[in-house]
């Protein structure tokens, strides 16, 4: 039976499930040491009173108003487990109170960057495509089959975006001796430099890479920001991919530089999820598909919950989250990521 004398949690981690993001000696750990009240996002705010005068943190990501947030007195915590950023809660007020907003989207920085290394070997040496010849009885064989075949070592290649995700891309391309450019606005080139990747304009990773890595999140002020002409500017056989979110490129360019031979991409976000069965880019010659699956591992989602149980025990001793990412007062309202309709 729950004691009143622990700290409260309110559990409302949709899309994911408790069951999902703890193993179950995670889950008896934080039953044990907390109060859980677990509802769905469209109920915090009929909660009784007393329960939201004694929570203490939030796990998930519910719609919070003002009125529901004054009644939250003893909050300190909001334990974002879907990872992406959405306007439904007033941040500046959360700051103004000095309660925290943490995503624990890191989890998914090293799954996504394996599968993009893959992506891209694949896209270098035609493995997909080869499969399927093969299948079709159709395979060429040796030097035949590599008209097109590109190595990825001491390639020259760019990365839009470097946060989590971006790094750990890098420190996997670390053993291909590449020649790394990278592109990011919300970072001094003094960070770059410190991961030994070359801090480059826009323009330059584009028209100046091999293989170009899209990991940047989407805000206000970036979507659809690579278009017709971010592709027409880049290498003619160059490699693109997508492993952030869909938004970030005007979709429809992407689909038309690939049928056009000038390229060659791969992504595993969309436009819309999951995708019409009709959908043109699943036919699209030179387009490598991956249904949204780069980060969701079991060992990811795994982490959550040691990283939340973790960051709410330094929180209860009086300490500040170190585990999960904090959001940033500067930049949290700029984010416009949406949750993903499946894990």
């Known amino acids: ?8 949690v309110i559990s409302v981690p949709e899309p994911r499930t408790l069951d999902l ?45 003002e009125e529901t947030l004054d009644k939250l007195v003893q909050l300190r ?14 941040y500046e007020r959360l700051f ?17 960057a394996e599968l993009g290394l893959g992506l891209a070997l694949d896209l270098c040496r035609g493995i997909t495509e080869g ?13 035949d089959g590599n008209a097109s075949a590109r190595l990825l070592s001491g390639a020259d290649i760019g990365i839009i975006g470097f946060g989590d995700l971006g790094r750990a891309l890098n420190r996997l391309l670390s053993g291909f001796r590449a020649r790394i450019k990278v592109y990011d606005p919300w970072l001094p080139p003094s960070i770059l430099l410190e991961n030994n990747v070359t801090p480059a304009g826009l323009e330059d990773v584009l028209s100046e890479s091999d293989v170009v890595f899209v990991v940047a999140s989407v805000t206000s ?41 000038h390229i060659v991409a791969a992504s595993d976000v969309y436009p819309e999820e999951p995708l019409a069965g009709d959908h043109p880019v699943r036919q ?4 490598l598909r991956s249904a949204h699956r780069a980060g969701a591992l079991d060992v990811a989602f795994k ?11 330094l929180m209860d001793r009086g300490l500040p989250p170190m585990r999960c990412k904090r959001a940033e007062r500067e930049t949290v309202s700029r984010m416009r990521s949406r949750p993903v309709d499946k894990n």
């Open 1 to 8: 039976m729950n004691s009143p004398s622990r700290p409260l």
């Open 21 to 65: 993001i703890f193993t179950q000696a995670q889950k008896q750990v934080l039953f044990d040491r907390y109060e859980v009240v677990e509802t769905d996002p469209g109920s915090v705010a009929g909660l009784p009173e007393d329960v939201l005068a004694r929570a203490r943190y939030i796990v998930g990501q519910p719609p919070i108003s």
């Open 77 to 90: 915590c909001v334990l974002n487990v879907e990872s992406n950023l959405i306007n439904n809660m007033p």
């Open 96 to 112: 103004q109170r000095g309660i925290h907003v943490v995503t624990t989207g890191a989890v998914f920085a090293e799954p996504v």
């Open 131 to 143: 499969d399927i010849a093969f299948r079709n009885g159709t395979e060429q064989w040796g030097g």
């Open 221 to 261: 002020e970036n979507k659809g920001f690579l278009g017709e002409s971010s592709f027409a500017s880049m290498r003619r056989g160059a490699a693109f991919i997508l492993l952030s979110r869909a938004d970030v490129v005007d979709f429809p360019a992407l689909m038309n530089a690939v049928a056009s031979g």
């Open 284 to 287: 699209l010659k030179g387009f």
């Open 303 to 313: 982490r959550m919950g040691d990283m939340v149980l973790e960051d709410m025990s």
